[in-house]
C-alpha cells in the first residue's frame, strides 16, 4: 500500500476539531460586532427630526439665515427648532434656545429668552415674533433695551 494514502487518524480528528473551533470563533466574533454596532446605531438615535437644520428667510432687503442644533417637525411647515438658535443677516442677529418656525410664510415666534444684537444695541426679552419674512420684529414680555455708542 502507498504511504501516502496512509492518513493518521488522530491527526485528521484533531484538524477537523481545529478548523471546527477556528469556524465557531469567527462566526462568535462576527456576531458580538453586528450586536456591537447595533447597540451604537440604538444609543445614536436621536430624539429629534432633524439634526443641524439650516434654512434661509428671503425677503425683498436682506437674507436672514437660520441655524439650531435640533428640529423637530410639529406638521408639514412647522418646525420647531432647539437648542442655540440663531437667525442672522447683515444687519441684525437674534439668539434664543427654542423657536418655532414657519416654513411657508417664512416667519418665526419664540416665547422664551431671546436676545438681539444689532450695530449699537441689544435687546433681551421674554420671546419675539418675526414676521413679513423678516421685516418686522417684535418683541414678547419683559423686554430691556441697551443702547451704546
Request: hydrophobic share 40%; proline share 1%.
Amino acid at each position: 500500500m502507498n504511504k501516502f494514502l496512509n492518513i493518521n487518524k488522530k491527526a485528521l480528528i484533531l484538524l477537523l476539531f481545529l478548523f471546527c473551533g477556528i469556524f465557531a470563533i469567527a462566526i462568535l466574533f462576527q456576531k458580538f460586532n453586528f450586536q456591537k454596532s447595533t447597540n451604537e446605531i440604538i444609543d445614536l438615535n436621536p430624539s429629534f427630526d432633524i439634526l443641524n437644520p439650516t434654512f434661509t428667510i428671503n425677503n425683498d432687503k436682506e437674507k436672514i439665515s437660520v441655524k439650531a442644533k435640533q428640529g423637530n417637525f410639529i406638521d408639514k411647515n412647522l418646525i420647531l427648532l432647539t437648542n442655540d438658535v440663531h437667525f442672522e443677516s447683515d444687519k441684525f442677529k437674534i439668539l434664543s434656545d427654542e423657536v418655532t418656525f414657519d416654513r411657508e410664510k417664512q416667519t418665526a415666534k419664540s416665547n422664551k429668552n431671546s436676545k438681539f444684537e444689532s450695530n449699537g444695541t441689544e435687546i433681551i426679552s421674554q420671546g419675539f415674533r418675526l414676521i413679513e419674512q423678516g421685516d418686522i420684529i417684535l418683541f414678547n414680555g419683559k423686554t430691556s433695551v441697551l443702547l451704546s455708542q
